[in-house]
């Protein structure tokens, strides 16, 4: 079974950064991909961003350009570097890893990023 276990949320103002970290336990196989998804209070979670180990990367469009993703594969470990942060950032961040970014079976807690104005 695959554990997923996020840290590095924190309370930054806008404009500041932040990087999130997340650790994974599992096969090659089950923890290829990684990736990072976010849910703000009253909306549907959705992906942020994702890699795999192959070293291939997605984004939303929202964070282009001020988010990167980046992994570890010998301590199976993902990172998610967030620059120029937003109030609109503000969200729980969730940790993800699977076989492919299409189908993430495994799950953090998540960890909480507050954005002030």
């Known amino acids: 079974q695959v554990q997923v276990v996020e840290s590095g949320g924190d309370l930054v103002q806008a404009g500041g950064s932040l990087r999130l970290s997340c650790a994974a336990s599992?096969?090659?196989?089950?923890?290829?991909?990684m990736g990072w998804y976010r849910q703000a209070p009253g909306k549907e979670r959705e992906l942020v961003a994702a890699?795999?180990?192959?070293?291939?990367?997605k984004y939303a469009d929202s964070i282009k350009g001020r988010f990167s993703i980046s992994r570890d594969n010998a301590n199976n470990t993902v990172y998610l570097q967030m620059n120029s942060l937003e109030p609109e950032d503000t969200a729980v961040y969730y940790c993800a890893a699977g076989p492919t970014w299409f189908y993430f079976a495994s799950w953090g807690q998540g960890t909480q990023v507050t954005v002030s104005s």
């Open positions: 599992g096969s090659i196989f089950s923890t290829n991909a």
């Open positions: 890699i795999v180990s192959g070293g291939s990367t």
